[in-house]
């Protein structure tokens, strides 16, 4: 990723002129050409913006027609130092440079790995290293935030496809088509996926996924999620490994989390979220579909 701020300044500039209806681009260049700028920015230098905003994904281009995304639309409306900002970072957002995922471990923040051209422009946007650093630490919470989403969605996708083969395999196509992935509607449920199984049960399963599993499983629940698995009996917990041999490690019930579990120290503190390091061993392989008889 390479950038600068004089280019952020003209990428606001060039969003200036955009509507939300469209602009076809010869429209656009005769905007740039006729902006008065004081002669800070000429036409190249607009068009240049422009391509920023198309690296950030803040426009789209149809027939050579540009639409602004509802995101631009808003940065319009902005002073020009908080445009400047948020069109920094849905660049930095969208390119995911290198960089970005050595900026935050266990030890803190490390600026040193911030290169040059991307600290040149934060040191202009920003006068303190307080404020880059608070800047710098929500970039990297949204880009975490996004990581496990991504791989959520891919391991419920694998849970789902893998449901729908265990029931086609035993002849129960009907039972396949009927595998729901709930969080599409809702991510607040304690649970992702329904599947029935041969036997007639209902189970409602919670997936979670990783990149690395040796010897232990570790992930985030929810005390939602805690919750309702304590309280339904067909609640299932399915891990899921996405590391290239994507791959379902197994399954375990609320009983098996409950070890692994904080506990409340009063009624004015109790946990909301919790990272839990489970050992592989503690989970049974397969799906808890037809696990009563036997088949996994």
């Known amino acids: 990723m390479s950038t600068s701020l004089y280019l952020l300044q003209a990428a606001a500039l060039a969003a200036s002129v955009l509507t939300p209806s469209g ?63 948020m069109l920094f970072r849905a660049l930095v957002l969208q390119e995911r440079p290198l960089w970005l995922w050595g900026l935050v471990d266990e030890r803190g923040l490390h600026l040193d790995n911030v290169p040059d051209d991307a600290a040149s422009v934060l040191s202009k946007m920003m006068r303190t290293v307080e404020e880059r650093e608070a800047y710098l630490l929500s970039l990297a919470r949204t880009v975490d935030t996004q990581q496990l989403k991504e791989l959520g969605l891919r391991g419920e996708e694998l849970v789902v496809a893998t449901c729908r083969a265990h029931l086609s395999d035993r002849g129960r196509s009907d039972l396949a088509d009927l595998v729901c992935r ?19 049960t209902r189970h409602r399963l919670e997936v979670k996924a990783t990149r690395v599993a040796v010897n232990k499983f570790e992930f985030y629940l929810s005390r939602n999620e805690a919750d ?69």
């Open 23 to 85: 602009t076809p681009q010869h429209t656009a260049d005769k905007s740039y050409r006729s902006m008065v700028t004081g002669g800070l920015y000429r036409h190249d230098a607009l068009r240049a913006g422009q391509e920023v905003l198309e690296r950030a994904s803040l426009v789209k281009i149809v027939d050579d027609v540009i639409f602004p995304v509802e995101d631009l639309q808003a940065m319009t409306r902005m002073p020009q130092q908080d445009a400047v900002e």
């Open 182 to 200: 709930v969080s599409e509607i809702s991510d607040e449920l304690g649970y992702d996926i329904t599947s029935i199984d041969t036997g007639g």
């Open 228 to 296: 309702f698995a304590a309280r339904d009996r067909n609640w299932s917990l399915v891990a899921v490994c996405l590391d290239g041999d994507d791959r379902v490690l197994g399954w375990c019930r609320s009983e098996a989390l409950a070890p692994h579990l904080p506990v409340d120290t009063s009624e004015f503190a109790r946990w909301a979220s919790v990272k839990v390091s489970m050992p592989l061993a503690d989970l049974t392989p397969g799906l808890p579909l037809d696990a009563r008889t036997g088949a996994h």
